[in-house]
């Protein structure tokens, strides 16, 4: 359901308390059918175990004349886990479809913050329960779910933020190029000058074909060739998502920008991401 809507899902997350499925993206299109895909599956998956095991079952084991039976005890707890799911709280499942019902009257940002909330009081009973109980598991849950809908507003509130930051205001249009016929130790020679850690290759039609840093000839002879030892450059359009470029920033130090043409105009790297935040201050009165 996710893949339909266009959201790539990176891994799934599996805890000692449950799992969760990692996004590329926050899925407003199409978020409700996503999430409540995985309830209505682990129902089907229940009625269909509880089915089977009416016609035959396997005894898991025996405690104090109690019989565990493997699909009987399997369907009954994919039942629940689909009804805990719905809980209208964040991070549970419950917690989008309660979003993406309500966002459409007060705005998306407000939704979350309303199911964040929502999730941060039902783990604060929880813990209570859990201590009154002296239960460890509604304990580990509770703070699961505390931290958890906590970290869904927060992480859509940076993603408004981010929408703000054009990639060509933010970029370096200094562009310090080198050939791949450079040696390192002339590469050595222009960090020293230009005191940058990191640079873009081009060939002789000024097409990029590779990124150097320092890095990358730390431990190599002085006469190695830059072409041999480049890696591919990670490349953003000029008029991309910022969202975008952070995610693809988690894979390298330095990101090259080009225009519609294909033409490399412009460097970013985390220091200029760490620069614009700080001027920006993180101003959030004003988003929505």
Do not use: C, W
């Amino acid at each position: 359901m996710a893949k339909k809507y266009g959201v790539h899902i990176e891994k799934i997350l599996l805890l000692p308390i449950g799992g969760m499925a990692i996004m590329d993206k926050i899925p407003e299109k199409g978020e409700f059918k996503i999430a409540i895909a995985g309830p209505i599956v682990s129902m089907i998956l229940g009625v269909l175990f509880l089915t089977l095991s009416s016609f035959y079952d396997i005894n898991l084991l025996k405690i104090d004349s109690m019989e565990y039976l493997l699909f009987s005890t399997v369907g009954i707890l994919n039942i629940f886990l689909g009804l805990f799911n719905l809980l209208p709280a964040f991070p549970m499942d419950g917690g989008r479809i309660l979003r993406a019902l309500i966002s459409g009257k007060i705005g998306y940002l407000k939704a979350t913050k309303i199911a964040s909330s929502i999730g941060q009081l039902f783990s604060m009973l929880m813990f209570g329960y859990g201590i009154i109980s002296f239960n460890i598991i509604l304990l580990l849950i509770a703070v699961f779910i505390y931290f958890g809908a906590h970290q869904e507003y927060a992480t859509l509130l940076t993603y408004r933020i981010f929408d703000r930051i054009k990639i060509d205001e933010i970029m370096s249009d200094q562009i310090i190029a080198v050939p791949p016929e450079t040696t390192t130790k002339e590469l050595v020679d222009l960090m020293f000058k230009y005191k940058y850690m990191g640079y873009p290759v081009v060939d002789t039609n000024g097409e990029l074909i590779g990124s150097v840093s320092f890095d990358d000839i730390v431990a190599v002879s002085d006469d190695i060739l830059v072409s041999d030892i480049m890696k591919p450059p990670i490349v953003v359009s000029k008029y991309g998502d910022f969202n975008e470029l952070l995610h693809k920033m988690n894979n390298s130090e330095r990101i090259y920008v080009k225009d519609d043409t294909g033409k490399l105009v412009g460097i970013i790297s985390k220091t200029d991401i760490i620069r614009i935040l700080k001027i920006m201050g993180l101003k959030l009165n004003d988003i929505d």
